[in-house]
Structures are given as C-alpha cells and as structure tokens.
C-alpha cells in the first residue's frame, strides 16, 4: 500500500466520525484558562508545545481546505483567530493533563495503537518493502518512522475534521465579507491582508495610488483616478515595477514623502519627520508628487 493510499483509507476510516464526534460536541463555548494550580515544569513545557504544534497544524488543514488565514496578520479579537486559540487551549490543556497522568497516557497509547492497527500495518509493510526486509527486521528507528508518521496522519485529520464541523470555510467568507479595521494587527509590518483591506475600504486598487490618497485626488481631478485605474490593472508584479518607476521620478525629500505616506502617516507626522514648523509644505508637496502622477499616467498610456 502507497503512502497515499494509506492516507486515504485513514481519511475514511476516521474523518467522519471525528466530524461527528465534533458536531455533538462544542468546546469552544466554555473553555477555561490553562489551569496553573497544578502547574509544573514538565506540564507547563508540555502544554506550550503542543499549543504550538496545535496552532500549526491548524493553520496547515486551513491552506487544505482553502482558507487563506496568516494569523499573525491579525488582531487577537479576529474570529479565525479566536477559534484558533480556543482550540488550542482545549487540546494542549488535555494533552498537558494526559501526559501528567500515567494511567491517562497508557489508555490514550492503547487506544491509538488499536484504532491505527491498519495503518500501521500498512505503513510498516510499506517501509519494509522499500528496504527490501522482512517487517520482523525493521530496527526500533525504522519503527518509530512509521508510528511517527501515523500520529502526524492522525493529527492532520483530526484538525481537519474539527475545522469542517466548526463551519471554519463559512465563517471566513463571513470575516472576510463584514471585515473591519479591528480586525487587523497593525504592528505587523507589510500586512498584506491589511493593505488589500484598506485598498478596498478607500475604493482603489492600485499600490501607487493609496499612499498619495487617490480619494483626495479624484475630489481635485477625477480624470487623473480613472487614467490611474486604468494604467494598475494588472498583477501585482506590473504594479511594483510601475510604482518603482514612478519613485525614480521623485527627488529624495518627495520620495521621503510618498514612502512614509505608505506606511500610513499622516501630513502632520512627516512634517515633525522632516522637521517642518507645519504640514503646509507636505501638503505643496504632495500636490506636486498628485500633478507628477497625472503626466506619469499620460506618458504611460501613451
């Protein structure tokens, strides 16, 4: 049996019943904190890691089941995100509450190696074939391979399950289409999910045009919103070629300018920067860099 082959007779064998099993079962509406008061080294050490280990596996079935999610894009009050956390609180707290237990861990060791006999089989099969020996011959090394690549497997399918029945799919479309300032982490530099939100809510689609405020311009030039729309409809690799063309037009102080009014600073804040009395001169400055992108976009389209 082929790894893949092993995967898919796991899948059925237990997806589904985890699925109901999740269904029947919501924890996330009353998940208590980590429980310091039996807190030790070891359980402590142990819920961290398997918190971590949650939380990747987590984001991996998302990218599985076609949900974009980078969690350190947002904020900590993001649905996704919540969810995420709620989750894992609740395995790691149980996982950290097995391991400190030894008739738990001896229970939760017989019941994995009863339900994944096959796999394992299969799995064991698999490697002795491909090395060519008998399955009695495979070293204690060769052994723990296997095993370790049907806990992944396990793993894998359970974070799948729990995101299905959890609705996770739906519950991004919804995030995702009531999506609001708050729900983004400003402290992360280059956030893209920010950035093309705010594209978005300030009506533009172009790179070039939101750090000069095209919503501005178009009050004082609407031709000059539509030539820039029309010059940006392209993929995101034609925009940074374009936006850097247009710096190189720019001298160092307007450069300045346009890459802080990127980062989002107001007018006010780069004239402290550049230690202006006021922000009038950020202002002209601005104004020239808008009339600049107007003959930019002429020469373009022509």
């Not at 092993?6 to 269904?23: G, I």
């Not at 947002?74 to 996982?95: F, H, K, W």
């Not at 940074?240 to 063309?245: G, I, M, P, S, V």
Request: glycine residues 4%.
């Amino acid at each position: 049996m082929s790894h893949n082959e092993e995967r898919r007779y796991f899948d059925s064998a237990a997806t589904e019943k985890l699925k109901e099993y999740y269904q029947s079962h919501d924890f996330t509406g009353h998940i208590v904190g980590y429980d310091t008061s039996n807190s030790t080294p070891e359980r402590d050490r142990m819920f961290a890691k398997a918190k971590k280990f949650c939380a990747l596996a987590w984001i991996d079935q998302l990218s599985a089941i076609g949900v974009k999610y980078r969690k350190k894009n947002y904020s900590e009050s993001y649905p996704l995100r919540c969810l995420s956390d709620a989750n894992g609180d609740y395995i790691a707290g149980q996982v950290a509450d097995i391991i400190s237990d030894t008739q738990k861990f001896d229970a939760i060791l017989d019941t994995f190696f009863a339900q994944l006999q096959p796999v394992l089989d299969a799995g064991f099969t698999s490697l002795a074939n491909s090395l060519k020996k008998p399955v009695e011959e495979l070293t204690e090394e060769e052994i723990h391979t296997v095993v370790d690549a049907a806990a992944q497997m396990y793993m894998e399918s359970m974070m799948q399950a729990l995101a299905l029945a959890q609705q996770v799919p739906e519950i991004a479309g919804v995030a995702r289409k009531h999506a609001s300032h708050t729900d983004f982490n400003k402290s992360v530099a280059d956030n893209h999910d920010k950035i093309d939100f705010d594209r978005k809510w300030n009506h533009t689609r172009t790179k070039l045009g939101a750090p000069l405020s095209l919503d501005e311009l178009a009050i004082s030039d609407p031709s000059a919103l539509e030539e820039g729309h029309n010059m940006f409809e392209t993929n995101d690799e034609e925009y940074d070629r374009l936006e850097n063309q247009f710096l190189d037009t720019l001298n160092g102080t307007d450069r300045e300018i346009y890459l802080m009014r990127r980062q989002g600073l107001t007018q006010a804040e780069i004239a402290e920067r550049l230690g202006y009395k006021t922000h009038s001169a950020v202002t002209k400055r601005m104004e020239k860099m808008r009339k600049a992108l107007v003959d930019f976009c002429a020469d373009f389209d022509n």
